[in-house]
T-cell receptor, first 114, second 113 residues
């Protein structure tokens, strides 16, 4: 079975631009969570979507938004990019809503903002 | 404030030697505890988890971890390290079933032949 997939693998943008990152969960998983991992740090929670509804939001500015589609895939959008948005963005899927359900992570999208 | 600490930023061990990676948390009650591994260019993979019961838990790839309530610790161990174990290791804590997982800063493991 395919694991969690993310696209693109790498992305280079300039300050002020907009970016869209995509995630396809494991088949049958209804929960998708997004994390930001800055170099040298652990992942930080951005959003969780379950059954196409936002179920959790981390401490990130409104420039960050996300959505989940009927097939449970998800997009993360970041507007007005800042240099500090440079990071590895991870998507994780799980069967259930609660975080004690095992989360399966994708390989991530490496975003570089110049 | 909720906190997960991993005191060792980087550890180097020889292949075949034993390994212990430290993790401490600052909650009053017993949280849900996890260890993840991240190999270069890859996402995180769950090694093991502790929710309740036996304080020594076994995971994949020969790893184990021990929960010690008195020390608020959940240290990861492996008796004999392989070169393929070189990676970044993250301890993670879930305070209650209604909260979100919080990851520690990670420990980078290097293995020398």
């Amino acid at each position: 079975d395919a694991g969690v997939t993310q696209s693109p693998t790498h992305l280079i943008k300039t300050r002020g631009q907009h970016v869209t990152l995509r995630c396809s969960p494991i088949s049958g998983h209804k929960s998708v969570s997004w994390y930001q991992q800055v170099l040298g740090q652990g992942p930080q929670f951005i959003f969780q979507y379950y059954e196409k509804e936002e179920r959790g939001r981390g401490n990130f500015p409104d420039r960050f938004s996300a959505r989940q589609f009927p097939n449970y895939s998800s997009e993360l959008n970041v507007n007005a990019l800042l240099l500090g948005d440079s990071a590895l963005y991870l998507c994780a899927s799980s069967l259930g809503l609660a975080d004690y359900n095992e989360q399966f992570f994708g390989p991530g999208t490496r975003l570089t903002v110049l | 404030a909720q906190s997960v600490t991993q005191p060792d930023i980087h550890i180097t061990v020889s292949e075949g030697a034993s390994l212990e990676l430290r993790c401490n948390y600052s909650y009053g009650a017993t949280p849900y505890l996890f260890w993840y591994v991240q190999s270069p260019g890859q996402g995180l993979q769950l090694l093991l988890k502790y929710f309740s019961g036996d304080t020594l838990v076994q995971g994949i790839k020969g790893f184990e971890a021990e929960f010690k309530r008195s020390q608020s610790s959940f240290n990861l161990r492996k008796p004999s390290v392989h070169w393929s174990d070189a990676a970044e290791y993250f301890c993670a804590v879930l305070k209650t079933s209604y909260d979100k997982v919080i990851f520690g800063p990670g420990t980078s493991l290097s293995v020398i032949p």
